[in-house]
């Protein structure tokens, strides 16, 4: 087995786009290795101390419990990982940087679980203020009040409240998977015989079309608050 002080020593901070450049016009989406930031790249390092699985995660969380792991960190694991995966780095220290990096990321999520819950209660929240019904009929009242739900809920501290960002985030991420559910029940109709089941569908997709009117309209509604956040 490699010792630990040979894996700090041998796992460089390789870019995961390191003599792989992108066409010329084409974006680097990658994060760079010089776009770490030390604090993030220390917290990696320090995991490479531990001899076994075990061992990383123990580290991680305590670091957990001291707000040690972020979004950052995570990054910084991805970067460190890929890039010496590229570079033909030694399987052994492979592996460690794989473990580091897949502890990391379930700590990450375990932190943001309950952020998640928040945001999709709130989502849930603002959307029974008002129907589709207020859109078509631009019920000044209704959505003036939505507006100002939003408002309210962006001025709180991030600690307290949830972001703007997280709420476009997540209204996002709901519209494909409505998209597929969607393609599924049109499936499911076109394959439906009995004309009791087909009414029931057919009332459902008409439900799931008022949803996704509210969904869009809630996401407008936060976009235009991306201007006043600078």
């Known amino acids: 087995?490699?010792?630990?002080?040979?894996?700090?020593?041998?796992?460089?901070?390789?870019?995961?786009?390191?003599?792989?450049?992108?066409?010329?016009?084409?974006?680097?989406?990658?994060?760079?290795?010089?776009?770490?930031?030390?604090?993030?790249?220390?917290?990696?390092?320090?995991?490479?101390?531990?001899?076994?699985?075990?061992?990383?995660?123990?580290?991680?969380?305590?670091?957990?419990?001291?707000?040690?792991?972020?979004?950052?960190?995570?990054?910084?694991?991805?970067?460190?990982l890929d890039g010496n995966i590229q570079q033909g780095q030694d399987e052994d220290i492979i592996l460690i940087l794989r473990a580091i990096y897949d502890v990391l990321l379930k700590e990450l999520q375990k932190i943001r679980a309950p952020y998640a819950k928040k945001v999709l209660e709130f989502a849930q929240e603002v959307m029974g203020m008002f129907t589709a019904e207020d859109l078509e009929s631009n019920n000044e009242m209704a959505l003036s009040k939505v507006r100002l739900v939003l408002q309210e809920e962006f001025d709180k501290d991030e600690e307290i409240g949830v972001t703007r960002e997280a709420l476009e985030k997540y209204l996002g991420d709901v519209l494909p998977v409505m998209d597929m559910q969607d393609e599924r029940l049109k499936e499911q109709l076109a394959a439906c015989e009995d004309p009791k089941v087909q009414v029931q569908m057919v009332a459902q997709m008409m439900q799931r079309t008022k949803e996704r009117m509210q969904i869009d309209h809630l996401r407008e509604v936060a976009r235009t608050f991306r201007s006043e956040d600078k």
């Open 1 to 80: 087995m490699v010792s630990a002080r040979r894996r700090r020593r041998n796992a460089r901070v390789f870019s995961s786009a390191e003599g792989n450049e992108p066409p010329a016009g084409e974006q680097r989406k990658e994060k760079k290795a010089e776009d770490i930031p030390p604090e993030d790249y220390a917290i990696v390092v320090e995991l490479l101390d531990c001899e076994t699985g075990e061992e990383i995660q123990e580290k991680a969380d305590l670091m957990a419990k001291n707000a040690l792991i972020t979004a950052g960190v995570v990054e910084a694991a991805r970067v460190i």
